[in-house]
């Protein structure tokens, strides 16, 4: 049988690999991707405790159904202000990035 | 502890999601970056799967996987030129993120695995569908029609808010 800790141990590393890449990257579309890789490890984490804890409800299950399309708007609008970046000052380099107007 | 089929399938799964995302944490090249992370969002679909839930599995396959990874691919081919590879990253600066990545994943492990969680296993039986409907479009004391209605609206202002900042003036 596989424990509970394991999906949590799995969805634990998950969350600093991303919290690592978001720390080190200097690109912004990099930093993103960490980004998404942090709030999949949070889905995880709110689908194994509705399936173990409370399978009769769905919390968890419709907290992470909404996460997921809350997710994709984000990613939207970001990439929208990334590429409204990329346009004025022709990369998208943390270090380059001083002023939030033009 | 017996070797169950189960069991082998989640430490495929497990260690394909690990390596995968540590690789698309740490490779130069931001494209392949974008792929890693695609194979991560599949294992996350595998383990929804392996808990019955399909239907957050195929949600999660045909949203993350599906949508938001090509939206990924075509920023990146938009804004980065060919060959462009990350900088070598300084010395300190790896230092000490590998420093507070591994010490704030030892805290966490730490404290949750001397945490005792009551139920050893879960109780396989397939999610109906018709429930999640149900639930979806209740008003009720446990239904969500408040929250998908919030959802349309929040895409809807996504889709004119990503129209208005992206397009050229």
């Known amino acids: ?102 | 502890m017996e070797i169950t089929l189960e069991l082998i399938v989640f430490i495929i799964l497990a260690i394909f999601i690990c390596v995968n995302a540590i690789l698309a944490a740490t490779t130069k090249r931001i494209l392949r970056a974008a792929t890693y992370l695609l194979f991560v969002l599949f294992g996350t679909a595998g383990i929804y799967f392996q808990l019955n839930y399909s239907f957050l599995g195929a949600v999660q396959l045909l949203i993350y996987a599906g949508g938001i990874t090509v939206l990924y691919v075509f920023s990146i081919l938009l804004t980065s030129s060919e060959g462009d590879k990350a900088p070598e990253l300084k010395g300190y600066k790896f230092v000490a993120g590998l420093i507070a990545t591994v010490l704030s994943l030892g805290v966490c492990l730490w404290v949750m695995l001397r945490h005792d969680f009551l139920p050893q296993h879960f109780e396989h039986g397939e999610l109906n569908v018709r429930t999640i409907g149900h639930a979806l479009m209740s008003v009720d004391k446990y239904g969500y029609v408040l929250p998908f209605e919030v959802i349309s609206v929040l895409l809807l202002a996504c889709i004119v808010g990503g129209i208005m900042i992206a397009r050229k003036r």
Do not use: C
């Not at chain 1, 394991?6 to 991303?18: A, D, E, H, K, P």
């Not at chain 1, 942090?38 to 968890?60: A, C, H, K, M, W």
């Open chain 1, 1 to 102: 049988m596989i424990k509970m800790e394991y999906y949590l141990v799995v969805s634990t590393i998950l969350m600093f690999v991303g919290f690592y890449g978001f720390v080190t990257r200097r690109n912004l579309l990099a930093m993103l991707i960490s980004v998404e890789l942090i709030l999949n490890s949070v889905d995880i984490n709110f689908v194994v405790f509705n399936r173990f804890l409370f399978p009769e409800q769905l919390e968890g299950f419709f907290f992470t159904l909404f996460a997921i399309g809350v997710s994709a708007a984000e990613t939207a609008v970001a990439i929208a202000i990334i590429i409204n970046i990329y346009r004025n000052i022709r990369n998208i380099e943390v270090k380059n990035l001083r002023e939030m107007k033009w």
